[in-house]
């Protein structure tokens, strides 16, 4: 297999690839990478401990929700009691029971408590529903947002520059749509069942203590409900999977066409575009439909479970009460007791059936945290300060994961402090892939690069990174202002630099006649401006960080005559002092070139231009 081309896996090559670019096969790296798993595999047990542990730092707000959960189960049996008084005390003759009235109270006074307690009832149910539900909204809101932030920052270690679209996309969803995965598992995962077991316990307690035929049925009727609810779990988890994979996979169609939408309408490709959004999304719904399938069986199960207990339990009743075994009051006591026993059985059954969701959704965003950085930080890293810029290649050996040439094979090379190195050979011949490994996007797969003597490996990924200013063929800006993009490798850097930066790129004029000048919004990647005003952002940029080390990647290829020339004075400039990596096509770009090495087939050789230059060899 020819080196810089992709494995015959079925996926399209990458657009950059496409373009005619330096090559790209990063992307290879990204998907050759151990996938992030598309199947349950871990227990749903083993996720909850983990959502748990992710939440730690709110372990005290969760312990106060559950302080307050604990509440409903007194409250809930106070609930019937106005009923019972009405029923014995004021439509009946029975005395007000303790702590409600006084020996010989008569039906006024039965009646007054009852209402006085049924409005008291309704003032506490109010008070402690809405306490508990906005503490639960504030804590879930902050504990989704920290975990956000935690996905985000480990996609920054993960991923790669050129990697597949398909992979960022779902990176992107993952963050958006499974980290609120983290609130239903963690605070609405266990606590809910157990303050829902609570409850039911405490309420068949009582219910026992008044009829215990009666909660008996009630009992009877639910463990094959309980039954039906445990053994649907498996079912419905694999369902709502392959639910979350197919939104996905909705999710990276959007994007996709989105982010090449001038293309799409230049081809007339709207309708096509149109009916493939159309059946992916077809395909989703067909997910989804089987997984509410699954849990409408689970739902009719729960409710023949609880209507039949119900009327059973309201027979059973009418009979003692026939009997005298039971007062009316009582009877509503108990039948108010039985209707909130299965209350919490409804409340398990449905959350146990939404938790299949939140469960898949965790176990997609756990598998994104636990996925190993591209490039692993040193555990004692060595010092390196401001680099003087001499870099060494000791045998270095390069091939992308899933190909099985090398893209570099043995190459050993020196450059000094200083230099200016030009780098030219066909395109996918390894020419970025010298420059992405003096940025350490990859490591070597044999030898060592080393940057002032250290080896790239022991330095801190921060630290290296700060040695390197990088000017792309197609700059990057993003949808803020003109000064911010420029700042964007030194946000603390004042107008006053700002501005210093922009005349030395030669930008400073174009952006003063602006309305807004450096506060002008650039739009989204920067699409106000042309391509030669982009690139001289994208120089300022480069002057202000003032890096020892420069790297210039095709810098020009997308530009006409005229701005190609006014764009190669401002890199002579920025390249002063500087040891400089340049790779390119035009032979204009190489004119300042100290040594230009050629790279192809995976071999590196020195090309000296005439004229005095400074030193550059290749180390036998």
């Known amino acids: 297999m020819r080196a810089g081309r992709l494995p015959r896996t079925g996926r399209r090559r990458p657009s950059s690839a496409r373009r005619g670019s330096a090559e790209h096969k990063n992307v290879i790296a990204s998907l050759s990478r151990p996938p992030m798993p598309r ?21 005290p707000h969760l312990g106060a929700i559950f302080g307050l959960g604990l509440l409903a189960a007194p409250i809930g049996l106070l609930n019937p009691l106005p009923l019972k008084l009405l029923a014995d005390s004021v439509f009946g003759d029975q005395p007000m029971p303790w702590p409600f009235g006084a020996a010989g109270a008569g039906p006024d006074r039965a009646f007054a408590v009852a209402i006085g307690l049924s409005l008291a009832l309704v003032v506490v149910n109010l008070g402690w529903r809405l306490g508990d539900w906005f503490f639960r909204e504030w804590v879930a809101e902050r504990m989704v947002l920290a975990f956000r932030r935690k996905l985000f920052d480990r996609v920054l270690q993960v991923a ?78 694999a369902k709502w999977h392959e639910t979350r994979e197919q939104e996905s996979r909705n999710h990276a169609v959007i994007q996709e066409v989105l982010g090449a939408l001038r293309l799409v309408v230049t081809f007339g490709q709207e309708r096509r575009e149109a009916a493939r959004f159309a059946a992916q999304g077809g395909r989703s719904v067909a997910t989804r439909f089987a997984a509410i399938r699954a849990e409408s069986l689970v739902v009719v199960g729960l409710g023949l479970a609880t209507g039949l207990g119900g009327s059973l339990a ?92 090398p893209v570099l094979r043995g190459v050993n090379l020196e450059i000094p402090a200083g230099a200016c190195v030009g780098i030219v050979g066909p395109t996918g011949s390894g020419k970025s892939t010298l420059a992405n490994l003096l940025i350490r996007l990859f490591d070597p797969g044999a030898g060592t690069v080393r940057l002032d003597g250290h080896d790239l490996r022991s330095l801190e990924l921060s630290e290296l990174r ?54 002008t919004k650039v739009g989204d990647r920067g699409t106000r401006l042309s391509g030669g005003e982009r690139q001289r952002i994208a120089l300022a940029r480069a002057f202000l960080k003032d890096a020892p080390i420069l790297i210039l990647d095709e810098p020009t290829s997308a530009l006409d005559g005229a701005t190609e020339a006014e764009i190669v004075d401002s890199l002579d400039r920025l390249m002063q002092g500087r040891t400089t990596l340049m790779v390119a096509h035009r032979l204009s770009t190489l004119r300042s070139a100290s040594m230009i090495l050629r790279v192809e087939r995976g071999a590196v050789t020195v090309e000296q231009p005439e004229g005095p230059k400074p030193e550059l060899r290749l180390v036998a």
């Open 466 to 519: 700060a040695q390197f200013a990088v000017v792309p063929q197609d700059p990057v800006l993003f949808s803020t202002t003109i000064g911010a993009n420029i700042a964007y490798g030194r946000p603390d850097a004042t107008q006053e630099e700002i501005e210093a930066a922009a005349k030395a790129a030669q930008a400073h004029d174009f952006i003063s006649r602006l309305p807004d000048g450096y506060a």
């Open 160 to 237: 790669q520059p050129g990697e597949d679209q398909a992979v960022t996309q779902d990176y992107a969803y993952r963050i958006e749509s499974d980290a609120p995965a983290l609130q239903w598992t963690a605070l609405y995962g266990i606590m809910p069942p157990v303050l829902c077991l609570f409850s039911l316990g405490a309420t068949l307690a009582v219910a026992t203590r008044l009829s215990p035929a009666l909660a008996f049925i009630a009992l009877a009727t639910m463990l094959p409900a309980i039954g039906l609810v445990h053994f649907s779990q498996k079912r419905m988890r």
């Open 314 to 405: 309201l027979w059973l009743g009418a009979v003692e009460v026939r009997s005298g075994a039971l007062s009316v009051g009582d009877l509503l006591l108990v039948i108010g007791y039985v209707a909130q026993l299965y209350e919490p059985l409804h409340a398990i059954g449905t959350h146990i059936n939404g938790q299949q969701q939140a469960i898949v959704s965790a176990e997609r965003a756990f598998a994104l945290l636990d996925r190993a950085p591209a490039v692993a930080e040193p555990a004692n890293p060595a010092r390196l300060g401001r680099a003087q810029g001499r870099v060494v290649f000791e045998d270095v050996t390069f091939a992308y994961p899933g190909t099985e040439e």
């Open 39 to 59: 199947q349950s595999t871990v227990s749903a047990a083993r996720l909850y401990v983990r959502a748990l542990s992710e939440a730690r730092a709110f372990w």
